[in-house]
């Protein structure tokens, strides 16, 4: 019979913030705000608050791709955790952990010590979730790591068993353009050893009424989440945005096959961020880029993948469709990097 670890003892914390000042000079923010058209990256959506709107839209009946993957994932576990074997569970954008319930509970079905890495630059949702997992799970490690996707990779805690899935679901790749794609992709395949495994959701094409409505819901919860950017800026920066100038603007681009967020100025306007010594000026009906999702076809991202030395090795997808998860495994690169 297992012995239960008092939960104190089943939870470490590692902080990357401090280690990155850089990621807090705005320096990204600057660039985004001076060029033209303006953009801000899409981190600056997840503070604490954003984090709470996006938990929000996820259930709003408009947005689909969280319920359709989770429906993938408890149909297809059983099998991935065949495919896998005992492993460490290591999640990009972990959130509220929600879908990953399901592979924690399949996982913890081995004959072996369950271990569980989420990763976010959210670190008041990060710890509240893993708190929650360490209650709902009496057996299960966790160690939460505060920080961007590109330093949690590359300073990824030692192993404590020789076998890692690393998870990034939700299609939040999407939001990434083709050099920033091939980037993390890189960064996926050197953060693990050949032979783990890569597990990817991602959202697929379908028609254009169905993806616009996902990110112009009724209630508004998806404006609310794309105005916080603005907010974040504020508390961050000593900003001064004006939320009520602003309106939420999302429509499917067909050209690069993707659903762009944009924040569309209501009238002529100067704004201050004065920890960055910044002001910019915005025109009537100028708008703020913050957002692509990009939406997949599956031939053409397995091959990509496959290029990245992260071979897929079964793609399930729902019966419309319209979301695909893939199971990858990390191969041995061209220079022979294993025995």
């Given at each position: 019979?297992?012995?239960?670890i ?49 938990e ?43 879908k ?71 299609s ?27 597990l ?29 950017v ?27 096959s ?82």
């Amino acid at each position: 019979m297992k012995t239960q670890i008092p939960a104190q003892n089943r939870f470490r914390w590692i902080n990357l913030d401090p280690d990155l000042p850089q990621i807090d000079d705005g320096s990204d923010a600057i660039q985004g705000l001076t060029q033209t058209p303006k953009t801000l990256p899409c981190r600056y959506f997840y503070d604490d608050l954003g984090s709470e709107l996006f938990e929000q839209i996820t259930d709003l009946p408009e947005y689909y791709p969280t319920r359709t993957e989770q429906s993938i994932l408890e149909t297809s576990v059983s099998e991935i955790v065949k495919l896998t074997g005992a492993c460490e569970l290591i999640e990009l954008g972990s959130g509220s952990s929600r879908k990953t319930h399901t592979l924690l509970t399949a996982y913890s079905q081995l004959d072996n010590p369950l271990h569980y890495y989420p990763i976010d630059v959210s670190a008041g949702i990060l710890r509240s979730t893993a708190l929650n997992l360490l209650d709902t799970y009496p057996l299960l490690n966790v160690c939460g790591v505060a920080g961007t996707y590109e330093r949690a990779l590359a300073q990824l805690p030692p192993r404590i068993i020789e076998n890692r899935l690393l998870m990034f679901l939700g299609s939040t790749m999407g939001n990434l353009d083709d050099r920033s794609r091939d980037i993390f992709l890189t960064q996926v395949q050197q953060a693990l050893q050949p032979g783990e495994f890569f597990l990817l959701g991602v959202d697929l094409q379908k028609p254009i009424d169905i993806l616009e409505a996902a990110y112009n819901d009724a209630r508004g919860v998806t404006a609310a989440f794309n105005l916080n950017v603005l907010r974040h800026l504020n508390d961050r920066f000593d900003g001064n945005f004006n939320l009520d100038n602003f309106a939420h603007l999302a429509f499917f681009n067909p050209t690069a096959s993707q659903i762009e967020m944009h924040l569309k100025s209501l009238t002529a306007q100067t704004v201050k961020l004065k920890a960055l010594d910044l002001e910019i000026s915005l025109k009537s009906g100028e708008t703020i880029h913050t957002e692509i999702s990009r939406k997949f076809n599956l031939p053409a991202l397995t091959d990509t993948l496959t290029a990245h030395a992260l071979q897929p090795l079964k793609t399930w997808t729902d019966p419309q469709s319209w979301f695909g998860l893939i199971l990858c495994q990390r191969q041995c690169l061209l220079s022979s990097d294993c025995p």
